[in-house]
């Protein structure tokens, strides 16, 4: 069945660097769009960043754009967010999220990985 398995994340410093990890079981996840979405504390959940099935093209959340960075690796079936010049702000539970998949579609999420931006 489709599975997605987060790692990375945890407590850095605001300027620092980060990289949270989403791998598919399952599925490809070169066939499908994939996304990152965010929810920080008290908030509503934010599209953050996008990548296209095939070519790969990617979109950004204004916030985010020029700091993050959206992409897959096809051999390890296996998508990243790398994240610089981060900003206490961007604190979050970071979630990963297929485009729909199957019959009747629907998205599958990763289970969350935690991004705390702190001095």
């Known amino acids: 069945q489709v599975q997605l398995v987060q790692s990375g994340g945890g407590l850095v410093q605001p300027g620092g660097s980060l990289r949270v990890s989403c791998a598919g079981s399952?599925?490809?996840?070169?066939?499908?769009?994939m996304n990152w979405f965010r929810q920080p504390p008290g908030k509503d959940r934010e599209l953050v960043a996008s990548?296209?099935?095939?070519?790969?093209?990617?979109n950004y959340a204004d916030s985010v754009k020029g700091r993050f960075t959206i992409s897959r690796d096809n051999a390890k079936n296996t998508v990243y967010l790398q994240m610089n010049s981060l900003r206490l702000e961007d604190t979050a539970v970071y979630y990963c999220?297929?485009?729909?998949?199957?019959?009747?579609?629907?998205?599958?999420w990763g289970q969350g990985t935690q991004v705390t931006v702190s001095s």
């Open positions: 999220t297929t485009e729909p998949i199957g019959m009747p579609p629907r998205r599958y």
């Open positions: 399952g599925f490809r996840v070169k066939d499908y769009g």
């Open positions: 990548i296209t099935d095939g070519d790969g093209s990617t």
